[in-house]
């Protein structure tokens, strides 16, 4: 009998099904994608045999589910790596020195990310880019990607001098914030086509399979990038599971074509997301009290409550999910209000929460989209808030509340590696969880927050997405998870990746 390349037997595996409840399996049966049977290994070899499968001895390497990133950026992680990486700059100098090997993005601009002014031990300023690329626009975003420094070049390219006042425009250091910078940046990358989108989102789709992440949360998409994503699907190249959402402006736009959200098992449109306020490193990430260490502000809140209201409850009539980016507490008091009587909305990052905050989250019950890596990079956050860091990133105390989490890593702002997002979940002296709890919320949790059914586990009826480890994480101190290597990626029953 002929082998059937859509029955696949995985056998002679250690396969964690499920961590939530905790289940293995030595063996599993995939057909037409799907898991259809997990068990003894002699059972399903004699199984796929029978179905005239194609039965893959993994020799007792360690299975797991697909790791699920429930919010990422596929285009700024395209744009990412092709652009400067400017993390880890440790002056102007060094950050010069990158500079000077940057390439043009479609032939049109230079694109730089990941620098830190507390790393840098200033901010950078316009002639330090004019320095290198006197004649091209360059824009180089800093790691939160809610400020950048901008050259003369694409200070002019933009207009941005003539739409913004200096509280968002340093027209003497080239700086943008918050609105600026979304308008500065709208500006160039509007000089790339559709087709530019869809070779951005390809290559990060083979970046993030790498990594050994089967589906993401594809969030702050507009219009192009959508477009270049249907491009991606209809011509059979999207590999990746992906659920968007989109920016208030294309999400608009789906009135005219869209009466509710499209789903299907590649692709979906799942709904809306709004960013409410800023950073925490750039301080305007909007507090209930002044920043700590600049004590004349409260940094900015970027909707109005009414309005946030409003979007809100009109988007849920129509069937689509909110994602709202809250990372200041008082932010959070704000969404949460908006999302009064609401059901299975989210909020993005949910950074500061208090404890008065934790009982109404209770009520409303969001899914809270957060990122352990955060915890990693904001070595500088006491400084920002003081006595009130005890309320930055509390996952356990989240948890232990009984409210919903889902890990993500916001990607191309922390690296896509999955057992770095873990290490920082599980290794915190008083936050930290278990490595069951912090591989539910990757995996299963993560669906859930996405409002994606059969992801998450490998059970029975669930899509066979699932990655081949190095060696079992279980069996590795939290502190060396990094040590493990994806050799393999499967979706829908098929190798898509292998090291």
Known sequence: MMALNNVIGIINGNIYTSFKPLRRSEALLSV?????QTG???DIEKLTKDLGGIVVDVEGKTIFPGFIDAHLHLDEIGLSLNSVNLKGCKDIEELKERLRKGEKIGNKFVFAFGWDQEELGCWPSRSDLDEVFPDVPVMAAR?????????????????IGRKFGESLFNSKLGLVFEEAFEFARSRLLETLTENDYAELIDVAQKHVIKEGITAVGFVSVSKKPLKGLFRLYRTGKLVLRVATYLTPKAFEGTKETLEGPFRNDRLRINGLKIIADGSLGARTARLREPYTDESNTKGVLLVKKKKLRRVVLDANERGFQVAVHAIGDATLD??????????????????????????QLKEINPYLVVQPSFVLSDWWAENRLGERK??????????????RLAFSTDAPIEPLNPWRTLRAAIVRE??????LQALHLYTK??????????LGSLERGNFADFIV??????????????????????????????A
């Open 143 to 159: 790691k939160c990607m809610h400020a950048a420094v901008l050259n003369s070049v694409a200070i002019e390219t933009t207009g």
């Open 445 to 454: 949790s993560a669906a859930e927050s996405l409002l994606w059914n059969r």
């Open 40 to 42: 003894k290994n002699r």
């Open 469 to 498: 480890l190095s060696e079992d994480p279980f069996n590795v101190q939290p502190e060396e998870l990094e040590r493990i290597s994806v050799e393999e990626t499967w979706i829908g029953g098929k190798r898509v990746f292998k």
């Open 430 to 435: 008083e936050e930290g969880i278990s490595h």
């Open 390 to 403: 005890k309320y930055l990133y509390p996952f356990k105390t989240l948890l232990n509340a009984g409210l």
């Open 32 to 36: 037409h994608g799907r898991i259809v």
């Open 334 to 359: 704000v969404v949460i209000e908006a999302y009064n009587g609401t059901e299975n909305n989210r909020v993005e990052h949910a950074s500061i929460v208090r404890p008065d905050q934790i009982e």
